[in-house]
Structure formats: C-alpha cells, structure tokens
C-alpha cells in the first residue's frame, strides 16, 4: 500500500485528508500542535502526528514514504525549508500545496515583515488590531502596548506569549476564527481601532472579510507580504495523490 504523509494543520491540509480518507492507502498527518490535531479530527485510516519535528526526525519520519505533500501555511518559510530538506535526505517526492493569493487592495500598506509593519507604525497614531500571530508579538515591543489589540488563539500559550509582550489584559483578544466582516467591524469599532495588520491568509485565513472590514470602518490595512514560492493547487496534488493508486 502507498504511503503519504501530509504536513498541513491548514484549511488545504484537512481539505486534503478529508479526499483521500478511505482510499487504499496508508496516510500521515503531521500537525504541529494538539490544537492542530483537534482541528484535523479523527478520519478513517488517517493517523494524525501532533509535536514540532526538526529536519532530521522529519527525514526519519519520511522513510519508505511514496509521496509527501507540504501543506503547511503559506507564512510558515521555516518549516517548508525543512520539509524540503527532509524530502531531499530521505529521498521523498515533495510536492508544495499553494493557497491562492488574495487581490490586495490599493489602500493596502504592504511590508516585508511583523518588524517593518511595527517600524511603519511607529509615528503612525491610533490603535492597532493585530491578526498576524501571538508569536510575532515580540516584533511590535517599539510600539506603545496601550495601542496594541492583538487577535490569537485562546490557548495557553498564546496569551503567555501575550504576557511576555505585556500585552494590557484588556486588549487581548482571544478568539478562535473564522471572522466574519460583521465580526470584524464590530472589533474595530469596539476599540477604536485604526490600522489592522495582517498576512495574505487568502481565503481560509478570511482575508476578504477584513479587507471589507477595513474599508467599511475605516481602518487602515497593513499587511504583510506572503513569501515567493512555487507548487501546485489543490486539484493538482489530488489527483497526484490518487495517481498513486495506479503505481
């Protein structure tokens, strides 16, 4: 029996998984956290591996593997490089699952990173929503944290990460998506809020949602480039999974 093994706790991952869930073959989900397998569910036939892997447990994990697919978000350089490199050691076809990028708008103040939108924000006045990630928090410490609302996951972790920014208790979102444009102009009138960053999350990240957000309410969008990468969409890495079928 082939196997594959998936690197996703994304939208495109699950989606993935779900297709190929009670076919004839033995397949692998890697997420990187519990909230990740929660989010994944249980699929017939599916084993689902919860924990952060480095390159080399990545290599050991491929082995005898038939196919892998990187599923990973589109943000997430790091982890794709080692995938890459764990595909390459192992001898494992590797395929990239690409998320379709957004139509930025005009009025977008595009920057290359978490630091740069701080550092454009810097002399800018007005409260921030931050939809980027607890763990970038760190990259905003120039800024005043009376002018930071940042929108994580409500895990532990996230609002310890919020802690270590010392982040206002009062300022910290912690809510689980998807937002709808409702949801979001009623955040950025709740607070006051000016300028809303974010990365190109497409459309399971809910990008257009906060696009029509920003422009209903007057906020400002910043957002964060996504990195230059090639692969395949979503049909195509299907039906390369179910071609193996046939092999």
């Known amino acids: ?3 594959i093994v998936i690197f996703g706790g994304t939208t495109e991952g699950r989606e993935l998984a779900e297709a190929l869930a009670g076919k004839p073959l033995s397949l692998t989900v890697c997420v990187a956290t519990e909230y990740g397998r929660e989010e994944q569910g249980e699929l017939p036939g599916v084993e689902v ?13 491929l082995k005898g593997t038939d196919l892998c697919v990187d599923a990973t978000h589109p943000y997430a350089k790091e982890v794709s490089k080692n995938i890459r490199s764990a595909c390459a050691s192992s001898g494992t076809p590797y395929r990239r699952l690409l998320r379709k990028a957004s139509l930025l708008p005009d009025s977008a103040v595009m920057v290359d990173s978490a630091k740069a939108a701080a550092e454009y924000l810097k002399d800018k006045p007005g409260n921030v929503l931050l939809t ?10 120039g800024l005043e944290r009376q002018r930071l ?3 994580v996951l409500p895990l532990l972790d996230s609002l310890q990460l919020c802690e270590a920014a010392e982040i206002p208790h ?16 009623a955040i950025i009138r709740q607070y006051g809020i000016c300028w809303l960053v974010t990365k190109d999350g497409g459309a399971a990240g809910g990008f257009a949602e906060k696009v029509e957000a920003a422009e209903n309410t007057g906020a400002r969008l910043v957002v964060i480039a996504r990195p230059e990468e090639t692969g395949q969409n979503f049909e195509t890495v299907l039906r390369e999974c179910e071609d193996l079928l046939w092999k």
């Open 1 to 3: 029996m082939k196997h």
């Open 132 to 141: 980027t990630g607890s763990k970038e928090l760190a990259s905003y410490e």
């Open 49 to 61: 591996h919860s924990g952060r892997l480095d390159a080399a447990a990545m290599t050991v994990l």
């Open 149 to 151: 609302f940042p929108r």
């Open 170 to 185: 009062k300022n910290i979102l912690a809510l689980q998506g998807p937002f709808s444009r409702e949801l979001n102009e």
